[in-house]
């Protein structure tokens, strides 16, 4: 049963001591990631572990919080790791207002560039969004069509239906399976199959099973599992939805 996780990072320092044996599991299970760039140095890793691995795709951008640190420049060298042969998506971008480690104006301005650097590069977009919904659907609205996925999505069924309606794909993480989220349960079982990504957001997220430790791309099973008790389906047949979603997304198959 091949999988795809939507969304790891696996260059984090959570990983420094034990990545490659993180990495060998993943291969010897058939677990693919996408590995997502918060910036120029963690874009870099991305690039150079999918150059290394070929379970593993890239995807290069510039997080919100970063957001203060962008400039001419980096959008330049962004827009050079997006031409490496297995970089297959412009972020992770997006707006977050939780934190505010960036002004919010600061922020709306490179979501835009990033999304015209997509266009640019017809590639598709990494999305994160807290506690801005109102401003991220508005920007991604005024900036026209855009493939890509809302990553970590933990809305209700309204919000699921404005992603949808954008064109873009649902990410679907750990949360889904942490007990206080009936909401989220709620809008999946909505969801068109064809939407539907999974992730685990690795080292962050992890399923309810594993709070307070960290999250890795093995335990997107979980989440698949997760997935397919809701949608009432069985586990490989939805395993072969995402994995397909997955690789139509972002035009690679990843190989073991």
Not at 55 to 65: K, R, S, T
Not at 225 to 244: F, K, Q, V
Request: proline share 7%.
């Amino acid at each position: 049963m091949k999988l795809l996780d939507s969304h790891a990072h696996l260059d984090f320092p959570q990983f420094k001591e034990d990545r490659a044996s993180v990495l060998e599991e993943m291969r010897s299970q058939q677990v693919a990631a996408v590995n997502v760039g918060a910036d120029l140095r963690s874009s870099r890793a991305s690039v150079e572990l999918a150059r290394e691995n070929l379970h593993i795709l890239a995807a290069c951008g510039v997080h919100p919080h970063d957001a203060k640190g962008f400039s001419p420049q980096v959008e330049e060298e962004l827009e050079e790791l997006l031409r490496a042969e297995r970089a297959v998506a412009v972020g992770e971008c997006g707006l977050d207002f939780y934190r505010d480690l960036s002004p919010r104006d600061v922020q709306a301005r490179v979501f835009r560039s990033q999304l015209r650097l997509a266009r640019r590069l017809e590639l598709p977009v990494i999305l994160h969004e807290r506690a801005a919904w109102p401003e991220f659907v508005r920007v991604l609205s005024e900036e026209g069509p855009v493939g890509g996925v809302v990553h970590a999505f933990s809305g209700d069924a309204s919000a699921a239906r404005q992603v949808l309606d954008l064109g873009l794909h649902i990410g679907i993480g750990g949360p889904l399976t942490y007990p206080k989220n009936a909401a989220l349960r709620e809008a999946v079982r909505s969801i068109p199959l064809e939407r539907l990504l999974v992730e685990t957001d690795a080292p962050y997220l992890p399923p309810q099973a594993f709070r307070g430790k960290r999250n890795d791309p093995l335990k997107v099973r979980l989440v698949l599992s997760e997935l397919a008790g809701i949608r009432r389906m069985p586990p490989d047949e939805l395993a072969e939805i995402t994995w397909n979603n997955a690789c139509r997304l972002f035009t690679v198959r990843p190989r073991f």
